[in-house]
């Protein structure tokens, strides 16, 4: 999946006005009904339907029955309306909770558990999250609201501020990494129509002349379930990651 958008090329302020503020500004058309918020989840519905591509102000019109020109009474244009998209699916998962529903007795090395299975959950319900760039974050309610809970469970773990974030950054790292795996092997079955039993098996002869040739022994040697389904490796990084970011924790914490 190659990254077609970036979040904040538009009118950052527009953006930010219409996550903080009143939501939207009043003003007249013909279609009452029509709202900024029926706009961002129809566009969601859309993105998570046949990808952010597919998103365009003339194909949201038609889905929700309105005029081109009524969206724009409501957002700006499409790069604004993907900055919506974005705070309105991160402030959605269990990962991001308002500040005063966080568990902070549930301990740091949970909190982060939660964080990133929350997080690969997000990235399986809205594939297209992967398509954007995000190097240059607008900061709505539910971004700042997933940062803040995440804070909230690891600011004891007596690391500083800039490694506070680092860890945020590491594990969000970390879950897209393993995520963009996932959804690319869904996409190659959906467009090759090739299944991966079917894929193995065509390289199957060869492999199996190649193995027995003596050139890679190390490879020959490994267990039919070194390359099997029932092994996690989403779990098996993860708990790594926190396994080495706790001999950090505990070096400061006895300080």
């Known amino acids: 999946m190659t990254t077609t958008e970036s979040s904040g090329s538009g009118d950052v302020s527009r953006s930010m006005e219409l996550l903080w503020g009143t939501g939207e500004r009043a003003t007249r058309g013909p279609k009452p009904g029509l709202t ?4 961002v989840t129809a566009a969601i519905e859309l993105a998570d339907a046949e990808g952010l591509a597919a998103v365009s102000m003339r194909r949201l019109s038609t889905e929700l029955g ?18 919506l998209m974005l705070d309105r699916v991160q402030g959605e998962g269990a990962h991001a909770p308002e500040p005063d529903t966080a568990e902070p ?3 740091w090395r949970k909190t982060v558990e939660r964080a990133a299975r929350d997080e690969l959950a997000l990235y399986q319900a809205h594939p297209w999250l992967l398509s954007v760039n995000q190097t240059r ?22 690391l500083s501020d800039p490694e506070l974030i680092s860890v945020i950054i590491m594990v969000s790292g970390y879950v897209s990494g393993v995520a963009r795996t996932q959804v690319h092997a869904v996409e190659v079955r959906q467009v090759t129509g090739i299944s991966d039993d079917e894929f193995w098996r065509a390289q199957e002869p060869m492999l199996s ?44 914490t006895k300080r």
């Open 36 to 39: 900024l918020d029926r706009i």
């Open 209 to 252: 002349t190649v193995m027995t040739s003596g050139r890679y022994p190390l490879m020959a040697a490994l267990s039919p379930e070194a390359f099997g389904p029932d092994f996690d490796h989403f779990e098996f990084g993860l708990q790594r990651l926190l396994d080495g970011l706790e001999v950090l924790v505990e070096q400061r």
């Open 66 to 83: 309105a005029g081109t020109m009524s969206l724009y009474r409501h957002v700006p244009g499409r790069a604004e309306l993907v900055d």
């Open 105 to 107: 007795d549930a301990g």
């Open 137 to 158: 974050p607008v900061l709505g309610p539910g971004a700042v609201g997933g940062m803040e809970s995440m804070l909230a469970g690891i600011k004891d773990t007596g």
